[in-house]
């Protein structure tokens, strides 16, 4: 009988032992898994911010998108009459017109032609540019060709070219009505080519006159009527 009771003590301190065993490795197992469960929600929170940052970007993206073509619609419209006699031309926004329409080769002085498209430009870009409270930039641009100095030629290079090109533009707008804070001049000679100077073809449509409707400054820039900088 004392037998027995000791071998029952011994098998009771045994599974005693077990239990003593088998504690430690579920508490481990368990703490391993509330570590897999928070590691599993950070990541699904990360993906979520992830997607809601996309979704935002998308958004914004798309009503950056939406304005720009309500711009280009609305600018489209201002100008339906020049655009569809074909002598101006419309490309993201930028107004062109052919040096040739403007200016004989080499001059600065606006063609008869020339000065009456100006003028009717102004009452459409009047009415684009008050409803949006923007500023027209004329740029002024030519072709590669060195500009030969001569008696007939005051001409230092292309980018002086296209300078006094660019202000006789500005100043013929200003005659004809546009008022002087929205409108500026700018000049980028053979730069920002739209054609290959290879062949007569090309520069010429290099030698261009372009009017963009661009943001003024933020009130920040302590200069209401100073243009912002261009996108390129």
């Known amino acids: ?6 071998t029952a003590e011994e098998h009771l301190a045994d599974g005693d ?10 508490a481990v197992f368990g703490d391993l898994m509330a570590g897999l469960v928070g590691a599993f929600v950070l990541v699904f929170i ?3 911010l992830t997607q809601v940052d996309l979704v935002n970007s998308l958004q914004s993206e798309i009503a950056k998108r939406q304005q720009e073509e309500a711009r280009r619609m609305a600018l489209e419209k201002a100008l339906a009459v020049p655009l569809a006699s074909g002598r101006v031309t419309l490309n993201n926004g930028r107004i062109g017109i052919s040096g040739s329409v403007l200016f004989d080769f080499n001059s600065d002085q606006l063609r008869p032609e020339g000065e009456q498209l100006l003028k009717a430009l102004v009452p459409p870009l009047q009415v684009y540019l008050g ?24 001409y230092e290079d292309n980018l002086e070219l296209s300078a006094q090109r660019a202000l006789t533009v500005t100043r013929a707008l200003i005659t004809s009505g546009m008022p002087r804070s929205r409108v500026f001049a700018a000049a980028f ?13 090309g520069r010429a449509l290099n030698r261009r006159v372009e009017m963009a409707p661009v943001p003024r400054a933020s009130a920040a820039a302590g ?6 900088a261009p996108r390129p």
């Open 1 to 6: 009988m004392s037998a027995f009771h000791d």
């Open 17 to 26: 032992d077990s239990a003593e065993m088998t504690a430690p490795v579920w």
């Open 46 to 48: 990360g993906v979520l």
């Open 131 to 154: 409803e949006r409270d923007e500023m027209l930039m004329v740029s002024g641009f030519t072709d590669n060709k060195t500009v030969v100095r001569g008696p007939s030629q005051r």
């Open 189 to 201: 000679g053979a730069e920002q080519p739209v054609a290959s100077n290879a062949d007569e073809q």
């Open 223 to 228: 200069d209401a009527g100073t243009p912002a």
